[in-house]
């Protein structure tokens, strides 16, 4: 059973950049696609953007000036680059694995909070 | 693109069936195929329980049940109890490779 964990800073100050990583377990990272996702406190999931092991990415139009995202196959991991940081990118950030059409593994989720 | 609608809340008795309903604003937000749905009880992680519109992962429970009609797609639970009380989110693939969640449902067992 694949296992996903997000790692990285849980306190960030505004306008610098988050990275953050997922690390994959259980499963090969092979043939699926990744994505992140999260969710500010009280509001609604936000797809952020997913990628392939090819690199191939695809992003959320609203953040696609802000955001990267690649993969190391030989680590099993996924990365998240989240730059100019404002409050409001304040939120419970998950990685997931992408397969028809769904989200049917997902991270525990890592709280980062932008603030000064 | 914006998210997709869905009523901020729904109640019933358990035992009653509640439809919660998502409604994309054009055809190409809300794919034909790629709907999904999410059960998401707070500080926990969110689980799908329905792919691919209708379709049930293994292990969910067959009280929920999904369908689409146009641009709406629709989630109902059926006998209620008191463990689904929890948000509920649909979710689309786009046609731009894109994915969008829907604001989210609050479901309340009375």
């Known amino acids: 059973q694949v296992q996903l964990q997000e790692s990285g800073p849980g306190l960030v100050k505004p306008s610098e950049t988050l990275s953050l990583t997922c690390s994959v377990s259980g499963d090969s990272i092979s043939d699926y696609y990744w994505s992140w996702i999260r969710q500010p406190a009280g509001k609604e999931l936000e797809w952020i953007g997913r990628v392939f092991m090819s690199g191939s990415t695809n992003y959320n139009p609203s953040l696609t000036s802000r955001v990267s995202m690649s993969i190391d196959t030989s680590k099993s991991q996924l990365s998240l680059r989240l730059t100019s940081l404002t409050v409001a990118d304040t939120a419970v950030y998950y990685c997931?694995?992408?397969?028809?059409?769904?989200?049917?593994?997902w991270g525990q989720g890592m709280l980062v909070t932008v603030s000064s | 693109q914006s998210a997709l609608t869905q009523p901020a809340s729904v109640s019933a008795s358990p035992g009653q069936a509640v439809t919660i309903s998502c409604t994309g604003t054009s055809s190409d937000v809300l794919n034909d195929k790629y709907v999904s749905w999410y059960q998401h009880h707070p500080g926990k992680v969110p689980k799908l329980i329905i792919s691919?519109?209708?379709n049930r992962p293994s292990g969910v429970s067959n009280r929920f049940s999904g369908s689409k009609s146009g641009n709406t797609a629709s989630l109902t639970i059926s006998g209620l109890q008191a463990e689904d009380e929890a948000d509920y989110y649909c979710c689309s693939f786009t046609s731009t490779y894109t994915y969008v969640f829907g604001t989210g449902t609050k479901v309340t067992v009375l």
């Open positions: 997931a694995r992408e397969r028809s059409g769904g989200f049917n593994s």
């Open positions: 691919e519109v209708s």
